[in-house]
């Protein structure tokens, strides 16, 4: 029998929480699943560095609330208690005390003097005093951080004419070190070692100030946040016995040794190493790699992805790219315009087992490393989907009432709920795989001759090539869809959303700017006004209310290759012009009525606007001589739970960091 899986964990603020499922990892051999095991770990051990990264009171402040949460014994059903709850996990959420998106420092719903009772009313010895301060002092000092909105407001300040860096809260400068300073000392570094090969200055360090002399701290072991990175280095050592390869294996020596180091030349051999390594079934990250946190985009939030190959993901978009030829060939684009060689791209798709640091709990779809431009232009780089996260959000919207409000009726609701994410994988693929790589320009043809309305032509020219190919019976010979139905979930979901739903995310008033909103529409409302004599697709009313209908889905696609045809045509040609009119007829206007209502009933299903994921948890089980014989996945940790364990079993770092 198949168990219910639940994907809605907690909601709370603008937050909601999901768990995602990890299909194929029981399947994987113990040794592939003992590596897994040790890089999860290590994924878990870094959850501290990120904290102190992102403010310099974040730990004291997330182990105060904390050492509430647990201890204390008045009324925890009061609205005062509920909203230091709430305000727990959104710290969780953020890592921190200011929005992981947004930024801005978030404000507690309770009281300054509710929070000073709790303090006094915890036993002392769970608080995370320093020295010989006491309840009250720690309250003195916590008390600005948390409750006035004008110390600390934003954790990276990255526009205005201020100081960026003294004006960020968060920590990878120390104190009293202006942006001036900071820029001409890496500056200096640039001119002082000049190079083809340039490492990434700054990328693993805090930039202090002391005794008037500017130095790096290096976060490595022996440097700055050593208590977190050398168990995570231990459980590196273990990982790397399990190893499924030699490059494996010296891929995560290499880290290891970088760990040790701190030498930047040593990271660049590990990401090349690690570029190169496209056979492994198991793949991770592991350390400093982003640096959107930074104002002046040097230094690295600490972040883990531990992951294996999807080989059925994979194997789909293989399958499409080696027929690329006869995708190109029956494609309804003129003979002019085809290509006589083709070559497909096959996507790489991976399955997550664990996230860390700052891909926890806010997660990306997918991942595209190394960031140093002189790796990426020599060795390339890696690019991979995560299918296992796109399918968690996609469950969770079917529960979040957004169908029922803007689909027709049961019989596409259930279309939908049946194929709609088999159809959007398959159309991204599509897109991805065979779409960007169709067709050619006429000789002597200028690529830049469609400027400004370029990129809204090529993203429709892919979705076209998707969309036309989508309900082709050749999906179904090549066993990427299960039946001939399939492709109208699709249909659907994309004329639903190109003439109405995703105009939610646009100001009321404004025109579609995006590109590949643009395309979007520009497709949905030419077939739409195309087709319009013959109803293949209309608007129809109910309760004042306004829905897409689709009257006719063989119809829409011959529309769809039609429009592919002309897209192909403009490129090809550089029809400046007729590109410039498409777009502008169709892709960028918006009915005001139809704006102001769609906006309003989307805001009355009350949506997170963000979401995260809570991890499994891995447990190792041994047979009666301790022997391990498997590692299993248990999928039933809350968020709280989850969160109160990894502070208790990976806490490494002290409450000050300097
Ligand atoms: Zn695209």
Redesign the pocket.
Known sequence: MEKEFNYLVDQFADLQVLRYEVPGFEELSLKQKLLLYHLSEAALMGRDILYDQNCRYNLRIRRTLEAIYIHYDGDRSCADFQALEVYLKRVWFANGIHHHYAEDKFIPAFSADYFKQLLSSVSPEYLPLVDDETPETLFGKLYPIMFDKNVMPKRTVQSGDVDWVQSSANNYYGGGISQTEVESFYGKMKIDSPSDVPVSFGLNSRLVKENGTIKEKVWKVGGLYTKAIEPIVAELEKAAKYAENERQKDIIETLVSYYKSGDLKTFDAYSILWVEDTASEVDFVNGFIETYGDPLGLKASWESVVDFQNHPATERTKVISSNAQWFEDHSPVDNRFKKKKVKGVSAKVITVAMLGGDCYPSTPIGINLPNADWIRKDYGSKSVTIENIMQAYDKAAQGSGFSEEFVWSGAERDLIKKYGFVTDILHTDL??CL??GSGQLLAGVDSDSLKAYASTL??AR??LFGLYYLADPKMKELGLVPDAEAFKAGYYKYMMNGLMTQLVRIELGKNVEEA?MRNRQLIAKWVYEQGKTEHVVEWRKKNGKNYVVINDYLRLRELFGQLLAEVQRIKSEGDYEAGRQLVETYGVRIDLELHKEVKERYEKLHLSPYKGFVNPVMRLMKDASETIVDVKLDYTESYTEQMLRYSKEYSYLPVIND
Do not use: L, T
């Open positions: 897109h991805e779409g960007h090529e993203e892919a979705d590949h």
